[in-house]
């Protein structure tokens, strides 16, 4: 019985030691817990400070780029200052064709600019404003350390210049998108452009403005958006390291010259009413490919061997499906390679070894 006892009055006293010290505890450090609860708080405030300081990093440096033609505004787009000596970066097709261009900055002062040059299947194009306005660069970042999930934003003139700054968030949705698109006014699909996509809201105006990480980073140059009816939220950005290899090239003056195989091409779903008029007839177990319409003289595949007719279905290592594969595949190759190319003639596969030439 004494033992039970002892028992029931240590458990007792337990209880009574426990709360003296919780209240102790309470007493004399009445503010521990909120402290904690505030240090995480904090954590979570500094996250979003650093978008904002982010924005900061990048805001001035972003202009509004104007194209004009025999005076008149016929499109606006962004981009932003990447050199002390005023080169700014943006879309070819911004300033396609323009008679006069007109940068307008931050502060809302409009300069003259001059284009040092572009090229249209990377979609890129440097313009130069004097350096005087250059106070204030983007740091450049690299798409490459990026990951699908992470935080981007955008700057750019969305629909009008009365929407300079536009700022819109969202996240990396995908890398290494092979997206088709067109070239110039063609309505084929000319060309691939290798991308990435994020749900940051991209709308006209935007194309040539930068797609930065959260520190303010440039690691793409927003170009493009699928815009139909049923789909929302995907937009496209050209990696920062594609757009600088074609950058660096223009402002030193280099001709960008890409390999050519010198022949007239079409995509296997041409209609058999062209096909008809170019003499040409493709057996209808065939059903992709590039086929070709016509061969240049003394061009590089027609020395080859290539005819009229053939059906292109790889190039070295690639297998082409129609005419934007195989630009792109083709791209890969410099001036002067020799390639394999396979064609269907007939019924039957040859295979070429093609030395490339050189594009004007």
Request: hydrophobic share 35%; glycine share 10%; aromatic share 8%.
């Amino acid at each position: 019985m004494n033992k039970k006892l002892i028992y029931i009055v240590t458990i007792i006293l337990s209880i009574f030691v426990g709360c003296g010290l919780m209240y102790m505890i309470i007493y004399y450090f009445p503010n521990t817990i909120v402290k904690t609860e505030n240090k995480v708080e904090k954590v979570v405030n500094v996250n979003e400070e650093g978008i904002s300081s982010g924005i900061d990093n990048i805001y001035n440096a972003v202009v509004v780029v104007e194209n004009y033609k025999k005076g008149q505004l016929v499109g606006i787009g962004s981009g932003f200052i990447y050199s002390e000596y005023g080169y700014i970066m943006t879309n070819h097709h911004v300033i396609d064709s323009a008679d006069e261009i007109k940068v307008t900055l931050t502060s809302g002062e409009s300069v003259e600019s001059k284009v040092i040059g572009s090229d249209n299947l990377a979609d890129i194009a440097v313009l130069q404003i004097d350096k005087m306005y250059a106070k204030n660069i983007a740091k450049i970042g690299k798409s490459s350390d990026s990951k699908v999930g992470d935080t981007v934003f955008t700057i750019g003139s969305p629909m009008s210049s009365d929407f300079s700054g536009t700022v819109t968030r969202g996240i990396l949705s995908g890398k290494n998108r092979m997206v088709e698109v067109s070239v110039g006014s063609s309505s084929s699909k000319d060309w691939i452009m290798n991308v990435m996509q994020t749900d940051a809201a991209i709308n006209p105006g935007n194309s040539g403005g930068p797609l930065c990480n959260v520190s303010g980073e440039v690691i793409g140059i927003n170009s493009m958006k699928i815009v139909q009816s049923e789909i929302e939220g995907i937009g496209f950005s050209i990696p920062i390291e594609d757009a600088l290899q074609y950058a660096n090239k223009i402002v030193k003056g280099e001709k960008i010259q890409r390999p050519f195989l010198g022949v007239q091409m079409a995509d296997v779903s041409t209609s058999n009413y062209y096909l008809s008029r170019q003499g040409i007839n493709i057996d209808s177990s065939i059903t992709s490919g590039v086929i070709v319409i016509s061969t240049t003289n003394d061009g590089p595949s027609g020395v080859a061997g290539i005819q009229k007719g053939d059906v292109i279905i790889s190039i070295g290592k690639y297998t082409v499906k129609n005419v934007a594969q195989l630009r792109y595949y083709l791209y890969k190759y410099e001036p002067n390679n020799e390639v394999d190319i396979k064609v269907i003639r007939g019924q039957k596969e040859k295979t070429f070894k093609v030395k490339l030439g050189i594009s004007d």
